[in-house]
T-cell receptor
Framework: EAQVTQNPRYLITVTGKKLTVTCSQNMNHEYMSWYRQDPGLGLRQIYYSMNVEVTDKGDVPEGYKVSRKEKRNFPLILESPSPNQTSLYFC????????????FGPGTRLTVT | GDSVTQMEGPVTLSEEAFLTINCTYTATGYPSLFWYVQYPGEGLQLLLKATKADDKGSNKGFEATYRKETTSFHLEKGSVQVSDSAVYFCALSGLTDSNYQLIWGAGTKLIIKP
């Protein structure tokens, strides 16, 4: 089954404790992206990657890092989480130069206390 | 920059009522337009899309037409069901500086009462 998976689905952590949210897709998509969803704001892009070893900042990259060592994986790293990073996070992937339809993971609800 | 504006919710309707959720956009170039749906406690699902002016996207009884002259992509359904209760997001996408970023509206919560 074609899908985007994220882990963990739910995470409660404390300020400053490094964490990684994993994202994996099995569709051989070149393009991958991370969004955060906050009430009243819709989704905002954090980082994106056009292919292996090619990443760039989206609209709200502060406090986040990413890496793309393999085509299928695109982990989101919070080196020192803060309460304002409490949010719902979505990973997405897409075939580059297609109809721009992006496939989303199930989401990771992160709470930073 | 590009932006999407959709009507604020929540929108509360009775079952079998007609639904319209307004969406307008501002964009340079010719973006693709999407409606995504998020059911309670779930992730995002693509509901329908349109890739060029005058295209009509449709799925599960929902429709939306890409109107370039009014920069709109309103979502409609003739007869809603309780199971349609969800949050609906309008979004646009286009290639900008090698980024296929989706620009999202704030979302409209739809509540259907039996």
């Amino acid at each position: 089954e074609a899908q985007v998976t994220q882990n963990p689905r739910y995470l409660i952590t404390v300020t400053g404790k490094k964490l990684t949210v994993t994202c994996s897709q099995n569709m051989n998509h070149e393009y991958m992206s991370w969004y955060r969803q906050d009430p009243g704001l819709g989704l905002r892009q954090i980082y994106y990657s056009m292919n292996v070893e090619v990443t760039d900042k989206g609209d709200v990259p502060e406090g986040y890092k990413v890496s793309r060592k393999e085509k299928r994986n695109f982990p989101l790293i919070l080196e020192s989480p803060s309460p304002n990073q409490t949010s719902l996070y979505f990973c997405a992937s897409m075939v580059a130069q297609s109809s721009y339809e992006q496939y989303f993971g199930p989401g990771t609800r992160l709470t930073v206390t | 920059g590009d932006s999407v504006t959709q009507m604020e919710g929540p929108v509360t309707l009775s079952e079998e009522a007609f639904l319209t959720i307004n969406c307008t956009y501002t964009a340079t170039g010719y973006p693709s337009l999407f409606w995504y749906v998020q059911y309670p406690g779930e992730g995002l699902q693509l509901l329908l899309k349109a890739t060029k002016a005058d295209d009509k996207g449709s799925n599960k009884g929902f429709e939306a037409t890409y109107r370039k002259e009014t920069t709109s992509f309103h979502l409609e359904k003739g007869s809603v069901q309780v199971s349609d209760s969800a949050v609906y997001f309008c979004a646009l996408s286009g290639l900008t500086d090698s980024n296929y970023q989706l620009i999202w509206g704030a979302g409209t919560k739809l509540i259907i009462k039996p």
